[in-house]
């Protein structure tokens, strides 16, 4: 029995060494705005399937085209069931091991060779660009979309029912866009079946597809239209991938697969790459070979596949030709984000990338093979757990651990410079700050930070120059709220005045709206937009009172509303660098009277 499950027993402790850790670890970034109980109310049930993504953790003020309502449903009832920081990371790793097993079913039905299919589940087991999708526990709903198109694989190959094929092409999208390969990945293996001469399985797998993605735009159409123009304008153009017609030749490209899974892949060696404004460099060097592992898998598939489509298994062909372009819109997405690289987005396609790359490692000589699979896992190992989940823990580490890896790197400055503002070390951070928009002058944290400091070191004065000389060449919400911040750190510019051009009410006005929706739910707003927004959004409300900028709102001297915000006061009062607060309070009741 032990000789039996053997390489189960060896996988699951592989993944436990690497990933076990993760048990406890805090909810960083996505995860502190989406894990929240679900309070199972028709009201919220319907609000979660009507609006989009980020509705229901920052209310209007997300304008986002994101639709995710199986998703979002499932992360709520999940962070119901106990303590997220333990349970939301047991159900990440052990959704990890499914998929790894599923993995494993599939490659048997594949007929892979033994020793590449070993070696192919060890690969996708512990490799470390994997790390955000098993971590970050938003990244819950990327292993999902695993866990599914897997068990499409599974079903095509077992030809059970065909009405699973429906539910999964239709649900899988729900859970995450990227969900929407499933459509493409059962079309192309109907073509293999064509291919085959095998007509009634095709029609059934390509019907069965295609009735479920038309179910899924459908129900989407209905309950959260998006119009053309909008989805063409988008900044995440893939999420509507049917209605932008346009943009399909690009995600069809097999250059944009290569090109952007390699850049994401390069890009781990941030590991986490979170400030992306603008187009500015991924990384500033390759320092970490291991890293293209799954890279070089992508290079060889065609390699492979032509070596299988000749010896006749067209269906193995088929399904990583399959990944390989239906999974381009995502890569396109990872394009179109800049720097912000969320590398969970990658985790989908690893498994089919890692079977690529195991199947050309057998052909090497047997004791070669051996040695460079049990060398590549065991680095690969070594670097999971060791380098890269330990940035996961907290953020302070995650810090500390680029911090450590160079410091000239934009991303690396930034979260340095962030750093030691945290720490009240002013100096150090200008300096950081300073080096970071040596690298990229147009990086929005940086100008925000270094203004912010500026105020305190210099004036606020000089820190509202530097502002308008930006905002003369590019416009970004941030900006305009770090323009008043500064002007409320000093007394010589009231609030409302500190503008180069009109303050935009339409933002402040749904921002306001966000934070009322968010405070009226018994949440502590500041924890989620930020204490200084919040402080930034309240004062400029009192400070306007009933003006030109809020006529149909009268929160400002609405009674209850006063009540509501009375607590928020109290605990920014704890969370705001000295001053700031009593200057903004002040200038607050001296515009408000």
């Known amino acids: 029995m032990i000789k039996r499950y053997s390489l189960g027993f060896a996988l699951l402790a592989a993944v436990l060494v690497a990933y076990g850790s993760l048990a406890g670890a805090d909810l960083l970034w996505d995860a502190k705005l989406q894990v929240i109980p679900m309070p199972f109310t028709w009201a919220e049930i319907k609000q979660i399937w009507t609006t989009n993504y980020w509705y229901s953790a920052i209310g209007d003020a997300a304008d986002s085209s994101e639709y995710r309502p199986l998703g979002s449903m499932i992360l709520r009832i999940l962070a119901g069931l106990g303590n997220p920081q333990w349970t939301m990371h047991v159900i990440a790793i052990a959704l990890h091991l499914l998929n790894v097993w ?15 299919a070993v070696l192919a589940l060890f690969l996708f087991a512990v490799h470390p660009v994997n790390t955000e999708a098993i971590a ?36 899988l999208p729900l859970i995450k866009e990227s969900g929407i390969s499933a459509a493409g990945l059962g079309l192309i293996a109907a073509a293999a079946f064509l291919v085959q001469r095998d007509t009634r399985r095709a029609k059934r797998v390509a019907l069965s597809c295609l009735a479920g993605a038309l179910a899924y735009l459908v129900l989407r159409h209905w309950l959260f239209p998006l119009q053309l123009s909008q989805a063409i304008n988008d900044r995440q153009i893939m999420l509507n991938p049917i209605l932008n017609t346009t943009g399909i030749w690009r995600w069809l490209s097999p250059m944009a697969v290569v090109g952007t899974y390699g850049r994401a ?19 500033q060097s390759w320092q970490t070979p291991l890293l293209w592992l799954p890279l070089v898998g992508l290079a060889v ?23 390989a372009v239906t999974y381009a819109p ?24 890692a079977c690529a790359v195991a199947t050309i490692c057998a052909r090497l000589p047997k004791h070669l093979f051996a040695m460079a699979g049990f060398l590549g896992v065991g680095l690969l190992l070594l670097r999971t757990t060791f380098w890269v989940v330990p940035q996961w823990r907290t953020e302070q580490s995650f810090l500390e651990a680029v911090k450590a890896q160079s410091k000239t790197n934009l991303f690396a400055a930034i979260l340095s410079a962030e750093g030691a503002y945290n720490q009240s070390n002013w100096h150090l951070a200008h300096s950081y700050c300073d080096q970071a928009l040596a690298i990229y002058p147009d990086f929005i944290p940086a100008i925000v930070l270094r203004a912010k400091l500026q105020a305190m070191l210099v004036g606020p004065q000089s820190a509202m120059d530097g502002l308008r000389q ?58 989620k937009l930020g204490p200084e927004t919040v402080a930034i959004l309240i004062t400029y409300l009192v400070a306007h009172e009933q003006t030109h900028l809020f006529p149909s709102h009268p929160w400002p001297v609405d009674p209850q509303f006063q009540s509501i915000l009375a607590p928020e006061w109290a605990y920014l009062d704890g969370l705001l660098n000295p001053g700031m607060l009593n200057r903004a309070t002040h200038e607050g009741e001296t515009h408000g009277n």
């Open 330 to 353: 995502v890569s396109h997405y990872i394009a179109s984000m800049g720097t912000n690289v969320g590398l969970r987005l990658i985790y989908p396609v690893t498994p089919f990338f």
């Open 136 to 171: 970050s526990v938003v990244g819950i709903c990327d292993l999902l979309v695993t866990t599914g198109l897997l068990s499409l694989v599974l079903l095509i190959l077992r030809s059970v029912s065909w009405t699973w094929l429906s539910v999964l092409c239709f649900a």
């Open 470 to 527: 930006v905002m003369s060449r590019r416009s970004h919400p941030e900006l305009q709220q770090t323009m008043l911040l500064v002007s409320f750190l000093g007394d010589s510019t009231p609030a409302g005045q500190c503008f180069p051009e009109p303050w935009d009410p339409s933002y402040a006005r749904q921002s306001m709206q966000s934070m009322e929706h968010l405070i009226q739910g018994g949440t502590h707003v500041s924890s």
């Open 102 to 116: 599923f993995m494993h079913r599939a490659m048997l039905r594949l007929h892979v060779a033994p020793k590449a």
């Open 265 to 283: 892949l390069l890009a781990a060696d941030n590991i986490r790459v979170i400030y992306g404004y603008g187009s500015v460099p991924l990384i």
């Open 301 to 323: 598939v065609g390699y492979v596949s032509w070596k299988r489509w000749c010896s006749g298994d067209k269906l193995f062909t088929a399904l990583i030709l399959a990944m």
